[in-house]
C-alpha cells in the first residue's frame, strides 16, 4: 500500500508547548517576517511529491496556491514577537483583514512554572496566598430559572465541559433578596450571574456582598446588566452607566486590551465573532453596553452593525485585588453561520473560554479542573468512516473494500476509527462479511448509519419502532425507526454487540431521532456538522438550553463533525460536493492542519468523517487517495501531540467524566489538596489540570498515576462513587 508520509523539520511543524510559550494570545503589533510562503514536502511514494505549503504574508493574495488567501498556519515562519518582556513577547501571526498581527499572550497570574507569565520582567514572582478555594458560584435571581432558563442551562452545560468545579445555587432561598444565605467570600473565587441582570433584584446588600468579594480578589461575571435611571443598582455593580438592547448587531470584535479574560481569544475566528447576517430574519440579542470611565471600567470587546460600532459588548470593572465584567451576549447564539464544515468555528466554544480564563483569574492563575480528554495530550483526534457505499463494502477493480483498506492503514499506524455501518440490503451493497473483517482488524465497536441513507431522512414518518428485517423489506415505506431499529438489529447479530453510536445519512436529523435513538439505547450520536453546532467538545443534549425541541432532553453525547472528505459550497446555497482528490490534497491538508492546531490550543476535540469510497463520479483510484490522505491526517496529529482515539473511548471518558466532580484549595505553604467523587460510571485516565507544574502528586487510591507538567493522569480506574482524597506540591 502506497502511504502519504508527512515530512516536518520540527522547528517548522511542531507547535511549542501551551504551557511554555503561553499559547493564549492575543493581537499586538507584529514583527512581520519576510516571505510569502513556506513549503512542506509530502512524499507519496512512486508518485511525484505533493509540496503543502502555508502562507506567511497578509496580502490577499493566494501564495501558496492551496485555494486559501491569507490563512496564516501557526508554524514556522509565522512564529512573531511583540515588544512586551515574559510570555508576552512570543506568539503566532495571523490575518485581520489585510494586517499581520501578532497574537501573544496578555499579562495573566503570575504561576510556579518557569514562566514570566504576569511579563513584568521576573520569573515565577509568585504573590503571598493564605488560601484560595478553586470552586465557581453559578446563581441567579428567581426570574432566570424561568424566563432565562434557556441561558442558565447552556451556561451550566459549558461549565461542565471546561471541567470548572462549581454549584449551583439553589433557587430558594433567592439569593439576590438574603446575600448571608451563602457566605461566598470564604467559598468561591468565581461568582457567574448568566442570564440576565435587572436592576430592582439588586438591592444595596447584594451589592456590596459581590464588590466586597471582587475586592477581596473574586471575579464576578454578570450577563447582560439591565437598569434605568431610577433602578440604576445592576449597571452600578458592572460599572456601566447604561446597555442598550440590539438585534441588528453582525459582529463583535474582541480588542487588544490586557484583560485576563481575553487570554484564550487568540484566533481571527475568536477575535470577530459573526453574530447575525446584515438583514436577520430571527435576530440574534445583543447589549451595547457604555462603561463608567469614572470607575476605571475598560472595553474588553465591541459589538459592530456592519462596520459601525454599536457599543460596547464585554466590560471590566477593575476593584481592589479582582474584577467584575460585564457581557452584553450570551456567547452562545448566533444567527449566522461563516462556515460548514472543513473550517476552525470556535464560536460556540468562546463562552468556555472565556469562563476558563475568568476562573484562572479569579484563583490566581492556582486552578485545577478536569482535562478535557483522558491523557496528557492537548487534544483528541476522533477518525470515523461512514460506510456507505458499494465499494466501501465490496471488492472490486479498486481491490479490497475501502473499509478494509482504510483499517488495515489504522491498524499499521497504531490507531483505531470508528465504522458508522449502512446496512443496506435494498440496494444490495451491504456485505456482512465486510463487517466481520472490520472486528477482526480490531475496529469493534461500531455505528449505525441507517438502512437506505436516504436523502430524505429527516421527512421519514416515525414508525412503529416493532420494524424489523423481515417486515421492513424493500417495498416497506421508510420509516425512521425502521432506519434506526433494523440496522442495529443487524450490526448486534453480527458482531455480538448492539451499537450506542448513531449517525444520520445527510447530517440530516429527523424531528424524532433523539427520541428514537434514546427508545433503542443509543447515547452517542454524531448527525451535526461543526457549522450548525458550533461546539468541539461533546455537548450534553440533556443539559443544553438550545434547540431542545429536536433534542428532548434526552441524555445523548453530540459530536460535531469539523473535518470531512469534501467540500459543500453553502455560501451560494447550492450542493456541488468537492471531493478530496489529488488536485485539490493542498487545500484540504491545509485545512485540516489549521483546524488541528487551533483545537489543539484551546483543548478541544477534532471529529472527523472520511469516507472509505472513491467520491461521487470519481475514478476508482480515488479511493487509495482517501487512505492515504487519512495517513497524512494521522501524521500531521502526531505532530501536534494529539491523541487518535476511537468515538466510543472518548464518549465514554466522557460521560464518566460528566459526573465526577472536584473539590479543591490552594495555598502557598501546602499546595494543592482535594478530593474527586466520581459519578455513576468509573473512571479510568481522568486527567487533571493544574495552573502550576507541580512536583509531586499523591493519592491513597490512585495506585497508578502520571505527571506531565501541570497535567496529572490518574491511570487507574476509579470506582463508581468513590470519594479519592488527593495532594499536590508545586515545582519551584
Not at 451550566?156 to 444565605?181: C, H, N, V
Not at 436592576?199 to 477581596?216: K, T
Request: include cysteine; aromatic fraction near 8%.
Amino acid at each position: 500500500m502506497r502511504t502519504l508520509i508527512l515530512l516536518c523539520l520540527l522547528t517548522a511543524c511542531s507547535a511549542p508547548q501551551r504551557e511554555v510559550t503561553g499559547a493564549h494570545r492575543r493581537p499586538t503589533a507584529a514583527v512581520v517576517k519576510s516571505g510569502g510562503s513556506h513549503a512542506v514536502a509530502l512524499d507519496a511514494g512512486t508518485e511525484p511529491p505533493v509540496a503543502v505549503t502555508f502562507e506567511t504574508q497578509c496580502n490577499g493574495v493566494d501564495d501558496d496556491g492551496d485555494g486559501l488567501i491569507d490563512v496564516l498556519l501557526p508554524l514556522g515562519q509565522n512564529a512573531c514577537t511583540t515588544q512586551a518582556q515574559g510570555a508576552c513577547r512570543n506568539g503566532w501571526a495571523a490575518c485581520l483583514g489585510d494586517q499581520r498581527v501578532c497574537y501573544a499572550p496578555p499579562p495573566l497570574p503570575e504561576v510556579f512554572d518557569g514562566v514570566d507569565n504576569d511579563c513584568n520582567g521576573v520569573i515565577d514572582d509568585v504573590p503571598s496566598i493564605d488560601k484560595v478555594r478553586i470552586r465557581a458560584l453559578m446563581v441567579a435571581p428567581a426570574y432566570g430559572w424561568s424566563d432565562a432558563a434557556s441561558d442558565m442551562a447552556t451556561t451550566e452545560a459549558i461549565l461542565d465541559q471546561s471541567g470548572i468545579p462549581y454549584d449551583r445555587a439553589p433557587m430558594k432561598p433567592d439569593w439576590f433578596e438574603s446575600p448571608q444565605s451563602i457566605p461566598i467570600i470564604d467559598k468561591y473565587s468565581l461568582v457567574v450571574i448568566p442570564g440576565y441582570l435587572m436592576g430592582p433584584v439588586i438591592g444595596e446588600p447584594v451589592r456590596q456582598a459581590l464588590e466586597s468579594f471582587a475586592n477581596a480578589g473574586g471575579v464576578v461575571l454578570v450577563f447582560k446588566p439591565i437598569g434605568k435611571e431610577d433602578q440604576p443598582q445592576a449597571l452600578q455593580l458592572a460599572g456601566l452607566h447604561r446597555s442598550v438592547r440590539h438585534h441588528d448587531v453582525t459582529t463583535i470584535r474582541f480588542d487588544t486590551a490586557s484583560a485576563p479574560i481575553v487570554a484564550s481569544i487568540d484566533s481571527p475566528e475568536e477575535q470577530v465573532l459573526e453574530i447575525n447576517p446584515e438583514t436577520p430574519a430571527d435576530p440574534v440579542e445583543v447589549y451595547a453596553l457604555e462603561p463608567d470611565t469614572t470607575k476605571n471600567t475598560k472595553v474588553i470587546a465591541e459589538a459592530y452593525t456592519g462596520n459601525v460600532v454599536t457599543g460596547a459588548t464585554v466590560t471590566r470593572r477593575p476593584i481592589g485585588r479582582g474584577a467584575i465584567y460585564a457581557l452584553g451576549f450570551d456567547f452562545s447564539t448566533f444567527g449566522k453561520n461563516r462556515c460548514y464544515i472543513n473550517c476552525f468555528e470556535p464560536s460556540g466554544d468562546v463562552l468556555r473560554e472565556l469562563l476558563q480564563d475568568a476562573f484562572r483569574e479569579a484563583a490566581q492563575g492556582h486552578t485545577v479542573r478536569k482535562h478535557t480528554i483522558g491523557g496528557p495530550e492537548d487534544s483528541t483526534l476522533i477518525l470515523t468512516h461512514d460506510v456507505d457505499a458499494p465499494d466501501a463494502q465490496n471488492r472490486g477493480a479498486w481491490g479490497e473494500p475501502g473499509a478494509l483498506q482504510m483499517a488495515t492503514m489504522e491498524r499499521e499506524r497504531g490507531v483505531q476509527g470508528t465504522y458508522n455501518i449502512t446496512t443496506d440490503y435494498v440496494a444490495g451493497y451491504y456485505n456482512p462479511q465486510t463487517i466481520k473483517t472490520l472486528c477482526a482488524e480490531g475496529m469493534c465497536s461500531l455505528g449505525a448509519h441507517s438502512v437506505r441513507h436516504s436523502s430524505d431522512f429527516s421527512a421519514h414518518p416515525r414508525g412503529s419502532c416493532f420494524e424489523s428485517r423481515g417486515s421492513y423489506g424493500p417495498t416497506a415505506v421508510p420509516t425512521l425507526c425502521g432506519e434506526v431499529r433494523v440496522s442495529l438489529d443487524l450490526l448486534f447479530q453480527l458482531t455480538g454487540n448492539r451499537p450506542t453510536i448513531w449517525r444520520s445519512p445527510y447530517f440530516d436529523p429527523n424531528p424524532n431521532l433523539y427520541d428514537v435513538l434514546a427508545k433503542n439505547g443509543v447515547w452517542v450520536d454524531s448527525s451535526f456538522a461543526v457549522g450548525d453546532l458550533k461546539y468541539n467538545l461533546p455537548v450534553n443534549l440533556e443539559n443544553v438550553g438550545f434547540r431542545q425541541p429536536l433534542f428532548h432532553k434526552h441524555r445523548i453525547y453530540e459530536f460535531p463533525v469539523a473535518i470531512e472528505d469534501g467540500l459543500v459550497d453553502t455560501a451560494t446555497d447550492t450542493h456541488n460536493r468537492i471531493e478530496v482528490q489529488p488536485s485539490n490534497l493542498r487545500l484540504f491538508l491545509n485545512k485540516w492542519h489549521y483546524l488541528l492546531i487551533r483545537n489543539a490550543q484551546n483543548g478541544s476535540i477534532t471529529t472527523a468523517l472520511i469516507h472509505p469510497s472513491r467520491g461521487l463520479h470519481l475514478p476508482e483510484a480515488n479511493l487509495q487517495t482517501k487512505v492515504t490522505v487519512v495517513g497524512s491526517l494521522i501524521d500531521l496529529a502526531k505532530t501536534q501531540h494529539m491523541r487518535i482515539e476511537a468515538l466510543d473511548r472518548v464518549a465514554d471518558y466522557w460521560r464518566a467524566r460528566d459526573k465526577t466532580t472536584l473539590e479543591a484549595t490552594y495555598s502557598e505553604s501546602t499546595g494543592y489538596a482535594g478530593t474527586i467523587t466520581v459519578g455513576a460510571y468509573p473512571i479510568a485516565n481522568l486527567t487533571l489540570e493544574f495552573g502550576d507544574m507541580l512536583g509531586r502528586f499523591t493519592c491513597a487510591a490512585c495506585n497508578d498515576f502520571e505527571i506531565v507538567g501541570k497535567r496529572v493522569v490518574i491511570r487507574s480506574t476509579l470506582k463508581a462513587k468513590g470519594n479519592f482524597d488527593f495532594a499536590a506540591s508545586v515545582k519551584r
